[in-house]
T-cell receptor, first 116, second 114 residues
Framework: AAGVIQSPRHLIKEKRETATLKCYPI?????VYWYQQGPGQDPQFLIS???????DKGSIPDRFSAQQFSDYHSELNMSSLELGDSALYFC???????????????FGEGSWLTVV | AQKITQTQPGMFVQEKEAVTLDCTYD???????LFWYKQPSSGEMIFLIY??????QNATEGRYSLNFQKARKSANLVISASQLGDSAMYFC???????????FGTGTKLQVIP
């Protein structure tokens, strides 16, 4: 079965540079989430989109932005990178329309960002 | 706001034994979903099992079962017949449903001993 696809899997950037992460959700999933996981930490919610509209916002720095496109793929743009942005970035997706008591949320394999 | 608590930072289990990973949650919303994810050292977040708040029976998926005690607000993961490949970080998580985000606990690092 198709899973959540993230690219690139690894990238190395210098301070103050810009990085873009891409996410392709599972087909027919209408909701995408972005998470950041620092070393030894649990994943922290950044932002989510439902049907291409921003649905929730967490602890996402102003230097970061994201959007979901008409084909439901999403991109996370990170500018003015700092050393502290080094982390594993997850995209996750689910089909949420009409559901109430939760719905299975699947994660991609993550994108490792190292800022040097 | 919802909160997930995992009180076991690390656990050891002998190969082929069963192990229970604890998880308690807190929410005032009657509709929610509980999840367990496995994160091996390679980093990917692997979905293991899901329990909806209205589900009458405990969820099971192969060697994984979720011991759901609604009144106690607990959702413990039971892994039967542990294997060396089960060594990983395990996260309990919760969502309030619909397009609501998943909130994670701090995780339990499980190590399976030969």
């Amino acid at each position: 079965a198709a899973g959540v696809i993230q690219s690139p899997r690894h990238l190395i950037k210098e301070k103050r540079e810009t990085a873009t992460l891409k996410c392709y959700p599972i087909p027919r999933h209408d909701t995408v989430y972005w998470y950041q996981q620092g070393p030894g930490q649990d994943p922290q919610f950044l932002i989510s989109f439902y049907e291409k509209m921003q649905s929730d916002k967490g602890s996402i720095p102003d230097r970061f932005s994201a959007q979901q496109f008409s084909d439901y793929h999403s991109e996370l743009n990170m500018s003015s990178l700092e050393l502290g942005d080094s982390a594993l970035y997850f995209c996750a997706s689910t089909y949420s329309t009409g559901t109430s008591a939760g719905n299975t949320i699947y994660f991609g394999e993550g994108s490792w960002l190292t800022v040097v | 706001a919802q909160k997930i608590t995992q009180t076991q930072p690390g656990m050891f289990v002998q190969e082929k034994e069963a192990v229970t990973l604890d998880c308690t949650y807190d929410t005032s919303d009657p509709s929610y979903g509980l999840f367990w994810y496995k994160q091996p050292s390679s980093g990917e977040m692997i979905f293991l099992i899901y329990q909806g708040s209205y589900d009458q029976q405990n969820a099971t998926e192969g060697r994984y079962s979720l011991n759901f005690q609604k009144a106690r607000k607990s959702a413990n993961l039971v892994i039967s017949a542990s294997q060396l490949g089960d060594s990983a970080m395990y996260f309990c998580a919760m969502s309030l449903g619909g397009y609501q985000k998943v909130t994670f606990g701090t995780g339990t690092k499980l190590q399976v001993i030969p």
